[in-house]
């Protein structure tokens, strides 16, 4: 399994960034994928999730501003990242969950989020 997160950078408030995570080694339309973010010195923290059916889910801090989305044909996730503030410079990370949470699911390597004037 590969997940291959691009799309970050510099970016100053108010403004826009889109990620995305290039999948390759399972079947991915049939699965749950999750981007997490962590702030220096903070915990990882969930940010938004879509399923294989195209339901998603957002942290509160980012609804609204966030969204997320996937390409199947391209077996790519996308998280487009509007309005974007000081506190959510972070390290993000693409994850691939299990189907039993209790398992560990796949992670990809973080792109670097800063958002500063």
């Known amino acids: 399994v590969q997940l291959q997160a691009s799309g970050g950078g510099l970016v100053q408030p108010g403004g826009s960034l889109r990620l995305s995570c290039a999948a390759s080694g399972f079947i991915f339309k049939y699965n749950t994928m999750e981007w997490y973010r962590q702030a220096p010195g903070k915990q990882r923290e969930l940010v938004a999730g879509i399923t294989s059916g195209g339901s998603t889910n957002y942290t509160d801090s980012v609804n609204g501003r966030f969204t997320i989305s996937r390409d199947n044909a391209r077996r790519t996730v996308f998280l487009q990242m509007n309005n974007l503030k000081p506190e959510d410079t972070a390290v993000y990370y693409c994850?691939?969950?299990?189907?039993?949470?209790?398992?560990?699911?796949?992670w990809g390597r973080g792109t670097q989020v800063t958002v500063s004037s």
């Open positions: 994850y691939r969950p299990q189907s039993d949470r209790n398992l560990s699911g796949n």
